[in-house]
């Protein structure tokens, strides 16, 4: 499976963007992970092909943030209201190709989580 991130750029503090990633197969969870500067890639927000409660977002996003998808089109969305300069990051969209019942939806808060990972896009938030 392979990961096509778009919709990065540069936003104001306050206000808006809405990042796409398109997979090229069938996919189960998708994420979203970012990586500042000198810091460890950390997680942002994760959703199963069901949705609904198959979410988790990080509390640092939480009701600013919304994850959807569209299964028809293999693609995951990251929609970021209420930006802040430390949301400035380079996103990475992951996917796991495996159905895993059982597995709690907050297990995909990990890297090693998943299978598949995009090439990233940045996003930039100025003050």
């Known amino acids: 499976v392979q990961l096509q991130a778009s919709g990065g750029g540069l936003a104001q503090a306050g206000g808006s963007l809405r990042l796409s990633c398109a997979a090229s197969g069938r996919t189960y969870v998708m994420g979203w992970f970012r990586q500042a500067p000198g810091k460890e890639r950390e997680f942002v927000a994760t959703m199963g092909r069901s949705g609904g409660s198959s979410t988790y977002y990080a509390d640092s996003v939480k009701g600013r943030f919304t994850i959807s998808r569209d299964n028809a089109q293999n693609t995951v969305y990251l929609s970021m209201n209420s930006l802040k300069p430390e949301d400035t990051a380079v996103y990475y969209c992951?996917?796991?190709?495996?159905?895993?019942?059982?597995?709690?939806?907050?297990?995909?808060?990990?890297?090693?989580?998943?299978?598949?990972w995009g090439q990233g896009t940045q996003v930039t938030v100025s003050s």
């Open positions: 992951a996917a796991d190709a495996s159905l895993r019942p059982g597995y709690s939806i907050t297990y995909y808060s990990k890297t090693y989580a998943f299978q598949y």
